[in-house]
């Protein structure tokens, strides 16, 4: 069909996003890491490390993974939105794994990291970047 991509494309394409979305998620651990050393709480702490992820992975999956040929303007805005729904699934995730069950703030913020990578693939490959 057309406009469907062969399977090993799109393991390629999953490959890249996983590639991009683990150095964003560097990003996002760095600076929590960082603001919780400083003396930052838990929450505040990944919720500041989250805005500094989806900036770092909004330009490696728009250049790297999607190579998006959509206009930075409409991919931004679609991001932004997708964006800030993750940030706020990120930090009820981590508020109930943390705050709630009492797992470590690494543990927690795994769990929350791993539960929301698949989502964010298929929002990024049909709605995000997708023309």
């Keep these: 069909m057309?406009?469907?991509?062969?399977?090993?494309a799109?393991?390629?394409?999953?490959?890249r996003f996983a590639l991009s979305?683990?150095?964003?998620?560097?990003?996002?651990?760095?600076?929590?890491?960082?603001?919780?050393?400083?003396?930052l709480p838990g929450l505040a702490a990944t919720v500041l490390g989250a805005a500094f992820g989806a900036l770092a992975n909004y330009v490696l999956q728009y250049t790297?993974?999607?190579?998006?040929?959509?206009?930075?303007?409409?991919?931004?805005?679609?991001?932004?939105?997708?964006a800030a729904a993750?940030?706020?699934i990120n930090a009820l995730m981590f508020y109930a794994l943390?705050?709630?069950?009492?797992?470590?703030?690494?543990?927690?913020?795994?769990?929350?990291?791993?539960?929301?990578?698949m989502t964010h693939f298929l929002l990024y490959r049909k709605v995000v970047f997708h023309e």
């Design 2 to 8: 057309a406009g469907r991509q062969s399977l090993p």
């Design 10 to 15: 799109l393991l390629r394409q999953a490959g």
């Design 21 to 39: 979305g683990g150095l964003a998620t560097g990003v996002h651990l760095g600076i929590m890491a960082a603001a919780v050393h400083a003396g």
């Design 64 to 82: 790297y993974t999607f190579n998006a040929r959509i206009s930075h303007a409409r991919a931004i805005r679609r991001y932004s939105l997708t």
């Design 86 to 88: 993750a940030m706020l």
């Design 98 to 117: 943390h705050d709630g069950a009492r797992l470590p703030v690494a543990t927690a913020q795994a769990l929350t990291t791993g539960g929301l990578a």
